[in-house]
C-alpha cells in the first residue's frame, strides 16, 4: 500500500476502486449495502455538519480540539461519524455501549465532549440521565428513531458548492502527529484512562498488520464485524478492510453472530477467545448428541485436530486429517458461512487446544499481542509462514521489544501512545526513553516469536513468600472442556487454589449419560460424582506445574461470569478484584482451618488437602 498519513486518507484510496457493498447491515431484517459512493457523500454531509455547528480542531492542541462522543454497536454510521470527526479536526471518543452510567460521566465530563451520538433508545436513556452533569455536552443525536432524540439524519443536509475546497483547507492542518482518538480502557483495575492515539499511531498499526492479512488467500475481501469497534483491535482491523479493498458486514447483535454468519458468508472475522470457546462448546454439544458411528467419527476427528501441527505432519497424520475435513470438519465450516479462511483473535490468550482444533478445520487461528496503548498489535501469528502455537507470533514492522530484568515486555515505535489524556503522572510512568511498559511479562525465543506468560500485576506470592503466575494455570486447565473459566487465587495464602465456572453445556449431557439427576446448576455442583470429575482434572493438570503453582483446593461456582454481571470488562477480560471481592466468603472458606497436605479429596464441592 502507498504511504498515506491519516486514517481518512482510506477514502481517497476506496475512491479509486468503489464498491458496490463497502458497508452492509441488517435493516428491518433485511440486509442493505451501502456501495463506497453512498457512504462517502454522508461521511461528508456530516462532517459539513459538524463543522457549522462549530465543531472544530481549535487551536491545534489535543486539549483545545473539539471532542465528540459515539456510544454504538458496529454499524455503518460509526465508520460515517468516525471520519467525519476526523476530517473536521476535532478528536473521536468512542464509549462501551454496556459502560455503566457513572463511568459515562466520568469520561464525557474528563473529555469535554460537545457533541454525542448514540445508537439506540436504551444508550440515549442511559447518557440522558446523567446529561444534566455534563456541562460541555450541547446535543445528543441517534442513529436509530427516537420520539425523544434527534436523529442523526436531520444533519445529513445536500452537499453545498465549495464544500471540497473547504474540506481539502482543513485537512491540510491535520498532520499525521495529531489525535484522532481518545479511547478509554476497560480497566480490569481502577478508573478507565483515556489513551491518545494519532494517525501516525494507528496508520503504522494498520500497514504493518495489513501486510500479515494480505498473505490470506481470499477469493472475495469480505469481512463479518461484531466486535466493539470503540476498542482499538476492531477498529485498527476495520481500517485494515477500509484500506485494502474489503467489504465490512455487521452482525445484528452477539446473539444472531451465527445466522448473520451464514447469510453473509465471510473469509475472515475477528473475535476474542471467549466467543471460540462459545462456539467449540455448540460443537461438542452437537456432536455427543450423535449416536453409534457417527459420535465414534466426532471424537476421532476432535483428537485428529488436537494433535495439528503447523510442520513436519506425517503422510499417514495428513490422510486422517483429510478424511476427517471431508466427513467432520467440512461441516463446521458450513456452519460459518462455508468460506472462512482465517479468525484473527486479541484481547486475551486462546488455549493452545482451541488455536489447533480450528486450524485444523481449514479456518486458521491468527493471534496476535497487543495493548490499546500500542495501537494495538505488537506480534502476531501470520497466516502460514512465520507462525508458532503458543506465542503470539513474531513481531510486526516497525515494532521493538525488549525484555527487562523482571521480565516484562518494553515496546517501542510508531505505534506506541504519545500519553494518557490529562495524566502526564501516569504516562510518565509508563513511558521512558520512548519504551513502553506492557506490564505483561513475557519472552522472545531464538525464532524470535513472542511469548505472553502473565501480567504483572497479577503475579502474587504466597503467605510461603513463592510466586505463583496464575495466567499459565487457568489457560492450560482451560483446555479441558469441562471447564469454562477459572481464576487461580492465594496472594499471601498458604498455597494455590482457584474458582471454577463449570461448563454446563458440556457437564450437564456427562452427567444424562452417567444417570446423575439434578434440578439445578447448585444441585450439580454438589453432586459426589460430579466433584470427583473435577478432581480428576485438577489431579490431571497440577504434575504439569511446580509444587506451589499446583491447585490444592477448588470451589465450583453456579453462574457464568459476565460483561452484564460485571465480572468482566467488556473484551471479555477477568476482573480479578471484582471477583475476588464478589466471591470473598466463597475464598475465605477456601483457607478456613488447618493447612492440609497430601492427596487431593473433595468436601462439599470444593478440593480440600488433607
Not at 238 to 266: H, Q, R, W
Not at 463 to 484: D, L, Q, R, T
Request: contains cysteine.
Amino acid at each position: 500500500m502507498e504511504k498515506v498519513a491519516r486514517l481518512f486518507d482510506c477514502m481517497e484510496i476506496q475512491a479509486r476502486e468503489p464498491r458496490t457493498d463497502l458497508l452492509n447491515a441488517k435493516e428491518n431484517g433485511v440486509w442493505r449495502a451501502y456501495s463506497t459512493q453512498e457512504i462517502h457523500t454522508m461521511i461528508y454531509q456530516l462532517t459539513i455538519a459538524l463543522l457549522d455547528l462549530g465543531v472544530s480542531g481549535g487551536d491545534g492542541t489535543t486539549e483545545g480540539r473539539d471532542k465528540i462522543g459515539l456510544i454504538s454497536n458496529g454499524r455503518p454510521e460509526w465508520i460515517v461519524t468516525d471520519l467525519a470527526v476526523q476530517q473536521t479536526g476535532a478528536i473521536l471518543v468512542p464509549l462501551y455501549p454496556n459502560s455503566n452510567p457513572k463511568e459515562l460521566e466520568q469520561i464525557l465530563n474528563e473529555a469535554e465532549v460537545k457533541y454525542l451520538f448514540v445508537s439506540s433508545q436504551d444508550l440515549y436513556d442511559k447518557v440522558n440521565a446523567v446529561c444534566a452533569n455534563i456541562p460541555s455536552l450541547k446535543a445528543i443525536y441517534s442513529f436509530d428513531q427516537l420520539d425523544n432524540c434527534p436523529n442523526w439524519t436531520v444533519l445529513l443536509k445536500p452537499l453545498p458548492d465549495g464544500y471540497r475546497d473547504r474540506l481539502s483547507a482543513i485537512s491540510k492542518t491535520i498532520g499525521e502527529d495529531d489525535v484522532t482518538t481518545i479511547i478509554y480502557t476497560s480497566g480490569t483495575t481502577g478508573r478507565p484512562k483515556g489513551v491518545m492515539l494519532t494517525h501516525k499511531n494507528i496508520v503504522s498499526n494498520v500497514v504493518a498488520s495489513g501486510k500479515v492479512l494480505n498473505q490470506i488467500p481470499l477469493e472475495n475481501k469480505g469481512a463479518l464485524s461484531f466486535l466493539p469497534p470503540n476498542h482499538i483491535f476492531e477498529k485498527m482491523c476495520t481500517y485494515i478492510y477500509l484500506f485494502y479493498g474489503f467489504s465490512i458486514s455487521y452482525a445484528e447483535s452477539m446473539d444472531t453472530i451465527g445466522a448473520n454468519m451464514k447469510e453473509v458468508k465471510p473469509y475472515i472475522f475477528t473475535a476474542v477467545p471467549r466467543l471460540l470457546e462459545k462456539v467449540f462448546e455448540k460443537i461438542m454439544a452437537a456432536g455427543q448428541q450423535l449416536t453409534g458411528i457417527k459420535k465414534k467419527i466426532f471424537l476421532w476427528s476432535i483428537k485428529v485436530a488436537e494433535q495439528f501441527q503447523i510442520e513436519n505432519q506425517s503422510i499417514w497424520y495428513k490422510i486422517q486429517l483429510a478424511i476427517a475435513d471431508k466427513l467432520v470438519y467440512s461441516k463446521w465450516r458450513e456452519a460459518v458461512g462455508g468460506n472462512v479462511k482465517a479468525i484473527v483473535i486479541g484481547s486475551s490468550a486462546c488455549p493452545i487446544k482451541l488455536e489447533k482444533i480450528f486450524t485444523a478445520a481449514g479456518m486458521t487461528v491468527m493471534e496476535g499481542y497487543g495493548l490499546t496503548e500500542t495501537s494495538p498489535v505488537v506480534a502476531v501469528n501470520c497466516y502460514i509462514n512465520g507462525r508458532k502455537f503458543g506465542t503470539v507470533g513474531k513481531l510486526i514492522d516497525g515494532v521493538q521489544v525488549k525484555i527487562a530484568e523482571d521480565g516484562e515486555i518494553l515496546c517501542k515505535g510508531p505505534n506506541i501512545t504519545v500519553g494518557y489524556y490529562k495524566n502526564p503522572e501516569m504516562t510518565a510512568e509508563v513511558i521512558k526513553d520512548g519504551w513502553f511498559s506492557t506490564g505483561d511479562i513475557g519472552e522472545l525465543d531464538k525464532d524470535g516469536f513472542l511469548k505472553i506468560t502473565d501480567r504483572k500485576k497479577e503475579i502474587f506470592k504466597t503467605s510461603g513468600g513463592k510466586y505463583v503466575a496464575p495466567m499459565p494455570i487457568e489457560n492450560k486447565m482451560k483446555e479441558n472442556h469441562f471447564i469454562e473459566q477459572m481464576m487461580v487465587v492465594g496472594p499471601e495464602r498458604k498455597f494455590t487454589a482457584a474458582l471454577i465456572v463449570p461448563s454446563y453445556t458440556n457437564l450437564k449431557p456427562w452427567c444424562a449419560e452417567n444417570n446423575i439427576p439434578f434440578t439445578s446448576h447448585n444441585e450439580l455442583i454438589r453432586n459426589s460424582r460430579v466433584i470427583e470429575l473435577y478432581q480428576s482434572i485438577i489431579d490431571g493438570f497440577n504434575p504439569e506445574f511446580n509444587h506451589v503453582e499446583q491447585v490444592k483446593k477448588v470451589t465450583l461456582l453456579p453462574e457464568e461470569w459476565s460483561i452484564d454481571s460485571g465480572e468482566l470488562t467488556p473484551t471479555g477480560k477477568m476482573k480479578r478484584k471484582v471477583i475476588m471481592e464478589k466471591y470473598k466468603t466463597e475464598i475465605d472458606k477456601i483457607y478456613s482451618g488447618e493447612e492440609h497436605g497430601g492427596e487431593l479429596s473433595v468436601v462439599s464441592g470444593e478440593f480440600l488437602k488433607k
